[in-house]
């Protein structure tokens, strides 16, 4: 049950390319967003799509498959960790930010047939 704690798991579309870095000590880090749509149908019968936008980020190997097999608009599964961090912007102010910790991911895309 420990490992149910923190887990999230997505299946969504990526919004852009991944952004890869090397850290200072060579670790690779990619970050990506992703969205996920809902639908719904109203009571007078008016169908609903609300789509939600995650932030992502993956490290080491996770973020080696991530550029090398994820592009904009692919289909994918996630599976990481929910996680929230501060920063001081350039002005001054102080941001909050939302994003999940990938340790797993799936390709849904379909194969293209030649």
């Known amino acids: 049950m420990y490992a149910l704690k923190n887990k999230v798991q997505l299946i969504g579309n990526l919004g852009n390319a991944p952004e ?8 690779k880090v990619a970050r990506f967003s992703m ?3 809902e639908s719904y149908k109203k009571e007078n019968g008016e169908r609903v799509t609300e789509t939600q936008w995650h ?3 993956a ?9 090398q097999f994820l592009n904009k608009g692919s289909e994918i599964a996630i ?11 350039k002005d ?3 941001r909050y930010i939302t994003e999940v910790v990938v340790n797993e991911i799936l ?7 030649s």
Request: glycine fraction near 10%; proline fraction near 0%; avoid cysteine.
């Open 20 to 27: 890869i870095k090397n850290t200072d000590n060579g670790k």
């Open 35 to 37: 969205a996920t749509n």
């Open 55 to 57: 932030n992502l980020v």
């Open 59 to 67: 490290w080491g190997k996770v973020a080696e498959l991530a550029e």
């Open 79 to 89: 599976e990481g960790k929910l996680t929230h961090r501060d920063y001081t912007d």
């Open 92 to 94: 001054g102010i102080k």
């Open 107 to 113: 390709l849904l895309d379909k194969k293209v047939q």
